[in-house]
């Protein structure tokens, strides 16, 4: 069973930065692929960023790139999400998921960590 516990949400200012944890159970992590979404209310959840079974490989949204780094720990079978000079626009619900398969497609996902930027 994979459970996704998203953690470091808040309320930030703009320019600031801050960064999102999402711990993740189960023996499945250090081999899969890891990804970042967001999503406001009333909107479709966005892609923002993903990272390979290793880490070697990343990849970006063009809205984050430069600003927001992804990383992991699989010893702590942890993801990160480093946000910086955030702007009112990435004010959004941030949910952590795993790709198994690395094919693109997400079989389970957290219940997400609301991030807001204030100006």
């Known amino acids: 069973q994979v459970q996704l516990v998203e953690s470091g949400g808040g309320l930030v200012q703009a320019g600031g930065s801050r960064r999102l944890s999402c711990a993740a159970s189960?023996?499945?992590?250090?081999?899969?692929?890891m990804g970042w979404f967001r999503q406001a209310p009333g909107k479709e959840r966005s892609f923002v960023a993903a990272?390979?079974?290793?880490?070697?490989?990343?990849y970006y949204a063009d809205f984050v790139k430069g600003r927001f780094t992804i990383y992991r720990d699989n010893d702590k079978n942890t993801l990160y999400l480093q946000m910086k000079s955030l702007k009112r626009e990435d004010t959004d619900v941030y949910y952590c998921?795993?790709?198994?398969?690395?094919?693109?497609?997400?079989?389970?996902w957290g219940q997400g960590t609301q991030v807001t930027v204030s100006s």
């Open positions: 998921a795993e790709d198994q398969r690395g094919r693109g497609t997400y079989d389970y």
């Open positions: 189960g023996r499945t992590f250090s081999s899969s692929r």
């Open positions: 990272i390979s079974w290793a880490g070697r490989n990343t």
